[in-house]
């Protein structure tokens, strides 16, 4: 069906993505609910992924496959997190947006931009004539994704596992995948759309190398804005004071899955050049000297 708005989609999937997030924006600012915030985000990827696949009309295989493998995962993401919100009746994190209308709108401003963004090299795919035979960076961003999404999935589980236990209230969750990170959901997210990104390069040509900036720009925001830093700081009010917490956080990697016993042992500055234990995740515990 070829070409719509421009060749890349680039206008079309922008104005599909903002339509759409401003419709739940509008719900959530109106009813004053957050129960379809990550369910939006969510969707709005398969939304892309199917749109341009069909609109572009080729049906190249590596087209096919990536928008099945956006699809799995925006599917099992959307229903996990619109079955646990309404599970728990509420998100906390937007405790202070319900009652500031420019703060919500920042965040469904953020969320559009992110959707749009990480979708990128998906969307270009879809948008491609170009159809070169299958190489290594295909099967290695599929591997990628598969252990990226398993990663997501299963430590996802296990934490509303460990949170739905009435014994484990008031407790960090440390059982699974969380025994060798402290975010393995979010290494697991990060890790695929990486993948999706190696899968895509066979197709891309000049300035569709700008594509690039869908990961790197999902691995900043989780490392240095919405992702890690607010739950780092979350948990360290909650349990500084608890030594066995401070040991955890000690032994236990931010992001890449690792043992404890060789994490605990590696040398601070490696930690942070190299495995991302950045400095602002420990102002809530540096002060009491558990942390060099």
């Keep these: 069906m070829g070409t719509v708005l421009d060749s890349h989609f680039l206008a079309l999937t922008a104005i599909v993505t903002v339509g759409y997030q401003l419709v739940f924006f509008i719900i959530t600012a109106l009813l004053r609910i957050d129960k379809v915030t990550d369910f939006a985000g ?3 990827f398969i939304i892309i992924a199917i ?3 069909v609109l572009k009309g080729t049906w190249h295989f590596r087209q096919i496959v990536l928008t099945v493998l ?3 995962w925006g599917l099992r993401l959307a229903l996990f997190l619109l079955m646990r919100i309404l599970q728990w009746g509420e998100d906390r994190r937007f405790d202070e947006m319900r009652e500031n209308f420019a ?3 920042v965040f469904w401003i953020f969320q559009a931009v992110w959707v749009w963004t990480v979708s990128l090299p998906l969307t270009i ?3 491609s004539d170009h159809d070169p035979s299958l190489r290594p960076q295909d099967v290695i961003g599929w591997i990628m994704w598969l252990i990226g999404t398993i990663a997501e999935a299963t430590s996802d589980q296990q934490k509303l596992a460990f949170k739905n236990n009435p014994a484990n209230r008031g407790k960090w969750c ?3 995948l969380w025994k060798y990170s402290r975010h393995p959901n979010y290494f697991g997210e990060i890790f695929l759309w990486w993948g999706v990104f190696v899968a895509s390069t066979p197709v891309l040509h000049g300035a569709e190398w700008a594509v690039i900036s869908g990961p790197v720009f999902l691995t900043l925001l989780l490392l240095f804005v919405s992702g890690i830093p607010l739950l780092e700081e979350s948990a360290d009010k909650k349990y500084s004071g608890v030594e066995e917490y401070r040991i955890y956080k ?6 890449i899955p690792l043992p404890p016993a060789i994490y605990g042992s590696i040398p601070g500055w490696i930690k942070s050049v190299f495995l991302f234990e950045f400095p602002l995740y420990n102002k809530g515990i540096s002060r009491g000297g558990i942390l060099s």
């Design 51 to 53: 749109l341009t696949l």
């Design 174 to 176: 440390n059982v699974g």
């Design 250 to 255: 000690l032994t236990t990697s931010p992001l």
């Design 125 to 127: 795919v879809n948008a």
């Design 103 to 105: 703060k919500l709108a």
């Design 42 to 44: 969510s969707t709005n």
């Design 70 to 72: 956006v699809v799995i």
